[in-house]
C-alpha cells in the first residue's frame, strides 16, 4: 500500500517537472514572438524617425558621424523653407485636390458597377466576363500606360492639369474598388432589397437606404486604399505634370534631387507634412477599417 | 383584391419553372400554393411581386395587367422565409419602413408603429435591433412590416419554416385569424401540407411547374385530380395498390389481395385493366382477431402516437400503413385481420396517375 502512494507520488513529481519544462518551452516561444515583433516595428519606424528628426535637424546635425539620434538642436527652418519660401504649400494643397475628388470618383462609380455586378445576371455570363475584364486592367505594370496617357492627355491638352490626374487616377482605382465592392455586396442576401423594393422603395433608393449602410465598413476600407494610392502616387503624376501648378506632392518631393544638391531637410519636412493627412484619416476610420478587411471573413 | 395569372410561363435558361399556369385567386382568399421543392410554387410568388419577370402570360391584380409593373407599384407586402428585417435599423424603423418611403407624416408613422406592435405583442421589442430578437419574434416583426399599410395582396413565402414545431402550429393559428380579421387577399407558399390543409381556403398544388389541383382543402384530401396530390396530401400517405379489375368476380385483384368492388364503382373501371387502388389509413381498419371475410395480413411493425396507433402492414406482396385505435396492440410478425374500406378507396390509371372518377 505505502509502496502504491510512493510510487504515485514519484509520478506525480515526474509530471509537475515535465509540465514546467513545457512552460518554461512556451514562455520562450512568446518571449522570442515579442523579440521578432520589436526588430519589425523598429524596421518600420526607424526610417519614419529618421526622416522627422532630419526634418527637424540643422545641416550641420544631418551629416554628424555618428548620428545624433536624439540630441540635437531642433530647428523649423526647413518647414518654413519648403512650405513658405517654396510652392510645397501649393503641391500639398494640389496632392489633397486630387487625391480627395479621385477618390469620391472612383468609391461612387465603382460601388454602383460593383451592384450592379454583383445583382444582375446578364446573358452569356456578360456580368462574370466584364468582372474579370475590370480586373484584368490591373494585370500589367502602370509604366506600360504612361506614355499612351501622356500622348492622350496632350492631345486633348490636360497635361499638367489637375483634371488629368484626377480621371487617371479614378481609372486606376476602378478595378480595385469593384472587386472589392462586389465582394462585399455578394454577401448580402438579396432578400434586403427584395423587401425594401416590395415596401415601395426604387432599388437605388434600396441601396442607399438599406445596402450601402450594411456596408459602411467596405466601403471606407475601399476608400483609404484609394486615398493611399493617390496619394502616393508618383511614376503618372510625373508624367502629366510638369509646372508647379499641378505638381503633387511626391512629384515636388522628388524635384529637390537635383544635379547640385540634395535638400535633404526640405524634403524631409515635406514628407513629414505629407505622411500627416493619410494618417489621421486612417485613425479616423480605423474603426471601419479593421471590419471591412475582415468583412466577410466570418459571416455576420 | 383578386389575383389572376393567365397562361404564365417561366423559363430559367432552358428549364421551365412555372409552366402555362392559370390561376385565378378571389378577393379576399388565403391560397396556399403547396408542393416540393423546385415545383415554381415560389417563382410564382415572385412573378407577382415582380421580383421575376414571366417570360410569357398574364399576371393581374384586380382589372390591372402588371407585368410591366415594377415591384414599388404593385402595391402589394410580402413576408420572407428569412424575414429579410433590416439589420442596422430598430425594430420601430424596420416596421415604419413602408411608411417612410411614402413619405407619410412622422406622427402618424409613430402612431401606426405602435398600433401594429401592439396587436402583434411586439410593442416592448421596438427600440431593439433584429439581431438581438429570437425566430418567433423576428417573425412577428416581419409581419408587422408587411400588415403596418394596407396592401391589395399579402405575399408569404415560406414564413413559418424557420420557426420551431410548437412555435410554428401557434403562429399558422394567429396567422389564419389575422388574415381572417384583415380580410385582405393573400397568397401563400409551403412544402408543409399540414399547413396548407389548417390555413387556406383554396389550396393549389404544383408539382413541376404545372399546377396539378386547385380547390378547397377537403376536396383536395377526399378527391385529389392524381396520384401526387393523393400521395402529397395527408398524413400518414394514402396506401397505393397496384392491381388489376376482374370484371367478372367484380372485384381488385393485386398480388395478395382481392377486394370486393362496389357497385358504383364498376362502370369507370369496366375498360380498364391496370389501375391502382388508393386507400386513406384511416380507411383501413385491422384487428388481431379473426374476422370472417377480412384479409389476411403480418404486421411489419407499429408506431404508437399516444392518441393512435400507425400499424404497418404486409398484406401480400404489397405494404400499406393503417390507422388504428390507440389501444391496438400487436407484436412483429404477427398476424392480423385487415378490411380495406372499398367505398372510400379512389382508383388512378396506372400509367397517367390521373384520378378516374364515377
Keep these: 500500500m505505502s509502496e502504491d502512494v510512493a510510487r504515485n507520488a514519484a509520478k506525480l513529481r515526474r509530471i509537475d517537472r515535465e509540465r514546467s519544462r513545457t512552460t518554461g518551452r512556451a514562455r520562450l516561444a512568446i518571449w522570442s514572438r515579442y523579440v521578432l ?175 450601402l449602410p450594411l456596408v459602411t465598413p467596405g466601403l471606407a476600407a475601399t476608400a483609404v486604399f484609394c486615398l493611399i494610392v493617390s496619394w502616393n502616387e508618383f511614376l503618372l503624376a510625373v508624367v502629366l505634370t510638369q509646372t508647379d501648378a499641378a505638381m503633387t506632392l511626391p512629384v515636388g518631393i522628388a524635384g529637390r534631387v537635383t544635379q547640385y544638391e540634395i535638400k535633404w531637410g526640405v524634403m524631409s519636412a515635406a514628407g513629414v507634412v505629407a505622411m500627416i493627412p493619410i494618417m489621421v484619416f486612417a485613425m479616423a476610420v480605423q474603426r471601419y477599417l479593421v471590419r471591412g478587411l475582415s468583412l466577410g471573413a466570418v459571416k455576420g | 383584391m383578386d389575383v389572376k395569372f393567365q397562361n404564365v410561363t417561366k423559363l430559367f435558361g432552358r428549364t421551365t419553372v412555372v409552366d402555362h399556369l392559370d390561376l385565378v385567386i378571389e ?125 391589395r395582396v399579402y405575399l408569404m413565402d415560406e414564413p413559418l419554416s424557420n420557426l420551431d414545431a410548437k412555435l410554428r402550429v401557434q403562429m399558422r393559428g394567429e396567422l389564419k385569424r389575422l388574415q381572417h380579421e384583415l380580410g385582405t387577399t393573400t397568397i401563400y407558399v409551403t412544402h408543409d401540407q399540414a399547413e396548407a390543409m389548417t390555413l387556406a381556403h383554396r389550396v393549389a398544388i404544383m408539382r413541376g411547374g404545372k399546377l396539378q389541383q386547385f380547390d378547397t382543402p377537403m376536396n383536395i384530401y377526399n378527391q385529389p385530380a392524381n396520384r401526387f396530390v393523393a400521395e402529397f396530401v395527408g398524413s400518414p400517405s394514402m396506401n397505393f395498390i397496384e392491381g388489376d379489375v376482374d370484371v367478372a368476380s367484380r372485384s381488385f385483384v393485386s398480388d395478395g389481395l382481392s377486394i370486393a368492388l362496389p357497385e358504383t364503382r364498376l362502370p369507370m373501371l369496366a375498360d380498364l385493366q391496370r389501375v391502382t387502388l388508393g386507400v386513406r389509413p384511416e380507411n383501413i381498419e385491422v384487428s388481431s382477431t379473426e374476422r370472417a371475410g377480412w384479409l389476411n395480413a403480418s404486421v411489419y411493425v407499429t408506431e404508437q402516437m399516444g392518441n393512435e396507433t400507425f400499424v404497418f402492414l404486409t398484406i401480400g406482396g404489397d405494404k400499406v400503413i393503417a390507422r388504428a385505435p390507440a389501444d391496438f396492440r400487436a407484436e412483429m410478425e404477427s398476424r392480423v385481420w385487415v378490411q380495406i374500406d372499398a367505398g372510400k378507396a379512389l382508383f388512378f390509371d396506372s400509367d397517367s396517375g390521373e384520378a378516374l372518377r364515377i
Excluded at chain 2, 409593373?69 to 428569412?82: C, E, G
Design chain 1, 37 to 211: 515583433l520589436i526588430v519589425a516595428v523598429l524596421a518600420a519606424i526607424t526610417p519614419v524617425y529618421w526622416m522627422v528628426t532630419i526634418s527637424l535637424k540643422s545641416e550641420i546635425d544631418q551629416f554628424a558621424v555618428p548620428p545624433r539620434w536624439i540630441q540635437f538642436a531642433p530647428t523649423l527652418a526647413h518647414y518654413y523653407d519648403s512650405f513658405l519660401t517654396r510652392s510645397f504649400g501649393q503641391y500639398l494643397v494640389t496632392s489633397i485636390t486630387v487625391a480627395a475628388l479621385s477618390t469620391i470618383c472612383a468609391v461612387t462609380i465603382g460601388t454602383l458597377a460593383a451592384y450592379g455586378l454583383a445583382r444582375f445576371k446578364l446573358r452569356a455570363n456578360l456580368d462574370q466576363r466584364l468582372s474579370m475584364w475590370i480586373l484584368s486592367t490591373r494585370m500589367f505594370p502602370p509604366i506600360v500606360t504612361a506614355v499612351p496617357l501622356f500622348l492622350m492627355m496632350r492631345d486633348v491638352q490636360l497635361l499638367n492639369t489637375l483634371t488629368s490626374l484626377v480621371i487617371v487616377y479614378t481609372a486606376l482605382n476602378l478595378p480595385f474598388v469593384v472587386w472589392m465592392m462586389r465582394g462585399f455586396f455578394r454577401e448580402l442576401p438579396r432578400e434586403l432589397e427584395e423587401a425594401a423594393m416590395v415596401d415601395g422603395d426604387s432599388r437605388l433608393g434600396a441601396l442607399v437606404r438599406v445596402i
Design chain 2, 27 to 151: 378577393d379576399g382568399e388565403l391560397v396556399v400554393l403547396l408542393g416540393p421543392s423546385g415545383c415554381g410554387k415560389t417563382t410564382t410568388l415572385r412573378m407577382l411581386a415582380g421580383l421575376e419577370e414571366a417570360t410569357s402570360g398574364d399576371i393581374f391584380i384586380g382589372d390591372e395587367r402588371v407585368n410591366d409593373v415594377p415591384t414599388r407599384y404593385r402595391d402589394i407586402a410580402m413576408v420572407f422565409q428569412n424575414y429579410a428585417l433590416y439589420p442596422h435599423m430598430t425594430i420601430a424603423e424596420n416596421i415604419a419602413y413602408p411608411l417612410k418611403v411614402r413619405k407619410v407624416a412622422k406622427d402618424q408613422i409613430d402612431q401606426r408603429v405602435k398600433r401594429v406592435a401592439d396587436s402583434l405583442e411586439i410593442a416592448a421589442l421596438l427600440s431593439r435591433r433584429p439581431r438581438e430578437l429570437s425566430g418567433g419574434e423576428r417573425q412577428r416583426v416581419a409581419l408587422a412590416r408587411a400588415i403596418i399599410r394596407e396592401p
